[in-house]
């Protein structure tokens, strides 16, 4: 993901991780034992971290994927989920996409997704009783989680860094049928109802980047999309953010099927709501289980090219 416009950023350069990551799972090249030291002792290969790609499941009906993607050397995405065992009751999907260009963005975006998900697995507001209290409630529990993301990004970074440490939030807090989420930057929040039900797919958040700004004012999707400094988002969490205060919303789930929540690597070849409800549909035609359809989809944007890390974090409705 391109730097955030108005700040000068240069590329990282330092050099990668030396820590080395215990790894029980067999060579993904050859098959043989992986050492101690994270590497193959048969043909020599780097086993991938617990980082490089990962999956979390708290109930049967939520989970996400999160993988570093095919050209990237590390994975500067990060989930975090959360949610109640039964299935359509309460759950927290958080992902959050750190800036590529800039110092520990893989500690800043990981750090963030970790503090918001405490935030909104602590606060259950109920509002005064009626739906839009309840509503306007949940959407502030959004805009605390976005500010304890935040902090824990400055929190967790070096200071006096001429590249600060930044990342992208995107939220969404299911209860019952009520959807409420927010995002800072360009990750995004999707409702992909099941093929047949009677619901539109609908793009939920709104991006804060420069191809947003284009398509507003009348730039087909696809050439805003595609065009330059396209990536370039004008909101995200970190030091030098000026404004880090999360665009909210809610919906109403009136049909089956999926809140979905992803970065850039995910849309970057599926866009459009339309095309994640025919992707969601070929992947799992009739398959609920959120953990495979998130390790899919992962699958299929490394088939398309996998040119950024990929995060989906799913829910079940």
Same mark, same amino acid.
């Given at each position: =993901?391109?730097?955030?416009?108005?700040?000068?950023?240069?590329?990282?350069?330092?050099?990668?991780?030396?820590?080395?990551?215990?790894? $029980?799972?067999?060579?993904?090249?050859?098959?043989?034992?992986?050492?101690?030291?994270?590497?193959?002792?048969?043909?020599?290969?780097?086993?991938?971290?617990?980082?490089?790609?990962?999956?979390?499941?708290? *109930?049967?009906?939520? *989970?996400?994927?999160?993988?570093?993607?095919?050209?990237?050397?590390?994975?500067?995405?990060?989930?975090?989920?959360?949610?109640?065992?039964?299935?359509?009751?309460?759950?927290?999907?958080?992902?959050?996409?750190?800036?590529?260009?800039?110092?520990?963005?893989?500690?800043?975006?990981?750090?963030?997704?970790?503090?918001?998900?405490?935030?909104?697995?602590?606060?259950?507001?109920?509002?005064?009783?009626?739906?839009?209290?309840?509503?306007?409630? =949940?959407?502030?529990?959004?805009?605390?989680?976005? *500010?304890?993301?935040?902090?824990?990004?400055?929190?967790? $970074?070096?200071?006096?860094?001429?590249?600060?440490?930044?990342?992208?939030?995107?939220?969404?807090?299911?209860?019952?049928?009520?959807?409420?989420?927010?995002?800072?930057?360009?990750?995004?929040?999707?409702?992909?109802?099941?093929?047949?039900?009677?619901?539109?797919?609908?793009?939920?958040?709104?991006?804060?980047?420069?191809?947003?700004?284009?398509?507003? =004012?009348?730039?087909?999707?696809?050439?805003?999309?595609?065009?330059?400094?396209?990536?370039?988002?004008?909101?995200?969490?970190?030091?030098?953010?000026?404004?880090?205060?999360?665009? $909210?919303?809610?919906?109403?789930?009136?049909?089956?099927?999926?809140?979905?929540?992803?970065?850039?690597?995910?849309?970057?070849?599926?866009?459009?709501?339309?095309?994640?409800?025919?992707?969601?549909?070929?992947?799992?035609?009739?398959?609920?289980?959120?953990?495979?359809?998130?390790?899919?989809?992962?699958?299929?944007?490394?088939?398309?090219?996998?040119?950024?890390?990929?995060?989906?974090?799913?829910?079940?409705?």
């Amino acid at each position: =993901m391109a730097a955030p416009i108005d700040i000068t950023r240069s590329i990282k350069t330092e050099a990668e991780d030396e820590d080395t990551v215990a790894v $029980t799972r067999p060579c993904a090249n050859c098959g043989g034992v992986i050492g101690p030291d994270g590497y193959c002792q048969t043909c020599g290969t780097k086993a991938p971290t617990e980082r490089d790609h990962y999956t979390e499941q708290p *109930a049967s009906w939520v *989970a996400a994927c999160c993988d570093r993607g095919v050209r990237h050397h590390r994975n500067e995405d990060a989930t975090a989920v959360a949610s109640e065992p039964t299935p359509g009751s309460r759950a927290v999907l958080v992902v959050c996409d750190g800036v590529s260009t800039s110092l520990d963005s893989d500690v800043a975006s990981l750090a963030a997704a970790h503090a918001a998900r405490e935030v909104l697995v602590a606060h259950r507001p109920a509002g005064l009783g009626t739906p839009a209290s309840r509503v306007a409630a =949940m959407s502030n529990a959004v805009v605390k989680a976005a *500010a304890s993301a935040n902090a824990a990004v400055i929190d967790s $970074t070096a200071a006096g860094s001429e590249n600060a440490a930044s990342c992208t939030f995107a939220a969404a807090v299911v209860e019952g049928d009520l959807v409420v989420f927010g995002n800072v930057g360009d990750s995004r929040i999707y409702w992909i109802p099941d093929h047949g039900s009677g619901g539109e797919p609908i793009e939920l958040s709104v991006d804060d980047s420069v191809a947003q700004a284009r398509i507003a =004012m009348g730039t087909p999707r696809d050439e805003a999309e595609k065009g330059p400094q396209a990536h370039a988002i004008t909101k995200w969490l970190g030091r030098d953010s000026p404004d880090f205060s999360p665009r $909210t919303g809610s919906l109403t789930i009136g049909s089956p099927g999926w809140v979905l929540v992803c970065s850039d690597g995910l849309w970057n070849y599926a866009s459009e709501a339309a095309a994640i409800q025919s992707l969601v549909g070929e992947l799992s035609p009739s398959d609920s289980d959120p953990l495979a359809l998130a390790v899919a989809l992962v699958d299929w944007a490394n088939g398309c090219g996998g040119k950024d890390n990929i995060s989906v974090a799913l829910a079940r409705l």
